[in-house]
């Protein structure tokens, strides 16, 4: 799936972090069979995710408490979604 979500980039991905449109993602495949746990739910836990992830993730995706970052054990990834995308 990944994979494929590459294929369809106009910019290739520098190294190992994809941007792409919620849009563009299978939910079904990517999303929905896996257990994704939110790590950054308050301001306080956004702000240590920083530390814990720096050299993962760039830390100016991390910055303001503007995404929320899932993580999923099984798969070893991170799924960061903007605010827009999951706020009521």
Same mark, same amino acid.
């Given at each position: =799936?990944? #994979? ?7 910019? %290739?991905? %520098? !190294?190992?972090?994809?941007?792409? #449109?919620?849009?563009? $993602?299978?939910?079904?495949? =990517? $999303? &929905?069979?896996?257990?994704? $746990?939110?790590?950054? /739910?308050? &301001? /306080? &836990?956004?702000?240590?995710?920083? &530390?814990?992830?720096? !050299? ?9 408490? /503007?995404?929320? $970052?899932?993580?999923? #054990?099984?798969? %070893?990834?991170?799924? =960061?979604?903007?605010?827009? =995308?999951?706020?009521?």
């Amino acid at each position: =799936m990944l #994979s494929k979500l590459i294929h369809q980039m106009k910019r %290739k991905p %520098k !190294g190992n972090i994809i941007r792409t #449109s919620i849009f563009k $993602v299978d939910y079904s495949v =990517m $999303v &929905e069979p896996y257990d994704w $746990v939110l790590l950054n /739910e308050t &301001e /306080e &836990e956004n702000t240590s995710l920083i &530390e814990d992830l720096r !050299g993962i993730i760039p830390t100016n995706m991390l910055r303001d408490f /503007e995404r929320f $970052v899932y993580y999923n #054990s099984d798969l %070893k990834k991170y799924l =960061m979604l903007h605010r827009t =995308m999951v706020d009521p």
